[in-house]
């Protein structure tokens, strides 16, 4: 073999040996992950019950929402909103014996009446129900008075009877049941609440529909 050839022989034998210690370096190489993924369970907004004292349960603050857990505390006059109704108690008075319509009493309180003028708006995109009878009065001692109805009916039945008559009780009274309120549209009405006479309001509490939060208006 001459010098040109044992050259070219040497010169390949170089490039494999190269080439085999390459594939071996490149198969010891450790690849680490570029991410990780977590198998811990991603926490749920879920409602927790607790039983109430009548034996029933009911939703309480969600463990992760930001909602008040109580009804916001409101003035006289001043705007609250639950849902998608916003409310405005304009006046109240207690210590109401009877109810009169036509001049001739109609209905004689257990305890006293208090009555509740209310200012009622939808502030929603969609048509709203506002029940009367969903409407609470608290006292000072806690309890928790609802809308008398029997006065929706009363009112209801002396119209009937005398249509042309407007008593000072029943002159703006809300209607039994539920009454559809428009996007944009507003109502004005008269709650009722039949007390014991020893009792002192506290507050009213508003809701747009059964169940919901609700808001509290003082009655100082």
């Known amino acids: 073999m001459d010098k040109r050839s044992l050259f ?3 010169t390949q034998l170089a490039l494999m040996m190269s080439l085999v210690s390459g594939c071996a370096s490149v198969g010891s190489v450790d690849v680490q992950p570029t991410s990780t993924v977590s198998s811990s369970p991603v926490p749920r907004r879920t409602s ?6 009548d034996g029933g349960s009911g939703p309480t603050t969600s463990a992760y929402s930001s ?3 109580k009804p916001q505390i409101f003035g006289l006059g001043e705007l609250a909103r639950d849902g998608n109704l916003e409310f405005k108690v304009d006046d109240y008075v207690c210590g109401v014996e009877e109810l009169s319509q036509g001049g001739y009493v109609q209905l004689r309180a257990k305890g006293q009446y208090c009555i509740v003028d209310v200012w009622v708006r939808n502030a929603g995109l969609s048509p709203a129900g506002f029940d009367a009878n969903n409407q609470v009065l608290i006292t000072s001692d806690g309890g928790r008075n609802i809308h008398d109805y029997g006065v929706e009916a009363m009112c209801m ?5 005398y249509p042309g008559s407007t008593g000072t009780n029943c002159a703006n009274y809300f209607s039994v049941g539920n009454i559809l309120i428009n996007p944009g549209m507003t109502m004005s009405g008269t709650l009722f609440f039949d007390l014991a006479k020893e009792a002192s309001p506290d507050s009213v509490e508003l809701h747009a529909f059964a169940g919901s939060l609700g808001v509290r208006v003082s009655t100082p």
Do not use: D
């Open 8 to 10: 070219f022989a040497s």
């Open 48 to 53: 927790i019950y607790t039983e109430s004292g």
């Open 67 to 69: 909602e008040p857990s």
């Open 157 to 161: 039945g002396m119209e009937a009877g």
